[in-house]
Nanobody
Framework: QVQLVESGGGLVQAGGSLRLSCAASGSIFSINAMGWYRQAPGNQRELVARITSGGSTNYADSVKGRFTISRDNAKNTVYLQMNSLKPEDTAVYYC???????????????WGQGTQVTVSS
């Protein structure tokens, strides 16, 4: 089984910063990518940032220049540094892992339980 443990959410004032962490553990053979998605009430889940095993990153336009995704491959951990937070960043943030648990298997998406980020104005 694969487990994702998220931490770092909370309440912050506009302009503030938060850092999210997500540690993956379990029967992981290889990882394709890790990332963060978010879902605000009434909205669909959307990609925030993603980083591949090779280090390539992509970001939602709304967070470019404010958020930075990074990864510790040795620890199977992904981080999201969020600066200059805005009230519209308020959402539940979900960690995503694309991994396979055995050679030749497809990459499968795994999700964390979600962590709430609330930005007050």
């Amino acid at each position: 089984q694969v487990q994702l443990v998220e931490s770092g959410g909370g309440l912050v004032q506009a302009g503030g910063s938060l850092r999210l962490s997500c540690a993956a553990s379990g029967s992981i053979f290889s990882i394709n990518a890790m990332g963060w998605y978010r879902q605000a009430p009434g909205n669909q889940r959307e990609l925030v940032a993603r980083i591949t095993s090779g280090g390539s990153t992509n970001y939602a336009d709304s967070v470019k220049g404010r958020f930075t995704i990074s990864r510790d491959n040795a620890k199977n951990t992904v981080y999201l540094q969020m600066n200059s937070l805005k009230p519209e960043d308020t959402a539940v943030y979900y960690c995503n892992l694309q991994a396979r648990i055995a050679p030749g298997w497809k990459f499968i998406d795994y999700w964390g339980q979600g962590t709430q980020v609330t930005v007050s104005s």
